[in-house]
């Protein structure tokens, strides 16, 4: 079955950059180039940050980008604030199994 | 700018149907797909289905043939049903709306919290 694997926390300081990593195991993120990547903070609408591996929507800092290199998409946040506290999730195009989205088990962010 | 807002009963039983509702504000459904997904607690999100004006809704294969929904734009809603739920179905529940299929969801409700607890 198709998945997304992101390690399950990430903690940088205030200013630093952190950067989150999502592996697709059975999906071929590589060729699709299907990646987006959401902000999802308590209290809140979950928000697009990334869409098309590292596109940046309009409206999003760009503190935040995206790449991908082999299987592995990234995305990384530059200048960290406090706001940026949160889970991240990567989602893909899944497979007969999963259906048409798949979604990585998600990333805390912790800012000091 | 684009509003979506889901509704639900909050607290359902096991085996009983659970029923959302997602209302929409300030978009045209023409052009753009609309889903439903969710985030059991502890756990990631999860796709649950997405509906096109009047086509065939697109179900995850596992839940398939618990799921039912439907649109209707004259009153500018999504509709979601799962029936028989149990435990396993206790999860926020979000809309969420895309422009292509599989694409990015652009836009999110603030998500309602379903508990299937007797």
């Known amino acids: 079955q198709s998945a997304l694997t992101q390690p399950a926390s990430v903690t940088g300081s205030l200013g630093q950059s952190i950067t989150i990593s999502c592996t697709g195991t059975n999906i071929d993120i590589e060729t699709s180039k299907i990646v987006s990547w959401y902000h999802l903070h308590p209290g809140k609408a979950p928000r697009l940050v990334i869409y098309d591996v590292s596109e940046r929507p309009s409206g999003v800092s760009g503190r935040f980008s995206g790449s991908m290199s082999g299987n592995v998409a990234s995305i990384t946040i530059s200048g960290l604030q406090i706001e940026d506290e949160g889970d991240y999730f990567c989602s893909s195009s899944g497979d007969a199994d999963s259906g048409i989205w798949v979604f990585g088990e998600g990333t805390k962010v912790t800012v000091l | 700018q684009v509003q979506l807002q889901e509704a639900g009963p909050g607290l359902v039983k096991p085996s009983e149907t659970l029923s959302l509702t997602c209302s929409v504000s300030?978009?045209?459904?023409?052009?753009?797909?609309w889903s439903w997904i969710r985030q059991s607690p502890g756990k990631g999100l999860e796709w649950i289905g997405s509906?096109?004006?009047?086509?065939?809704?697109l179900y995850k294969p596992s839940l398939k043939s618990r799921l039912s929904m439907s649109l209707d734009m004259s009153r500018s809603e999504i509709s979601l049903q799962v029936a028989s739920v149990t435990a396993a179905d206790t999860a926020v529940y979000y809309c969420a709306r895309s422009d292509s299929l599989p694409g990015s969801f652009d836009n999110w409700g603030l998500g309602t919290l379903v508990t299937v607890s007797s």
């Open positions: 509906i096109y004006l009047n086509k065939p809704p």
């Open positions: 300030n978009s045209s459904f023409i052009g753009h797909f």
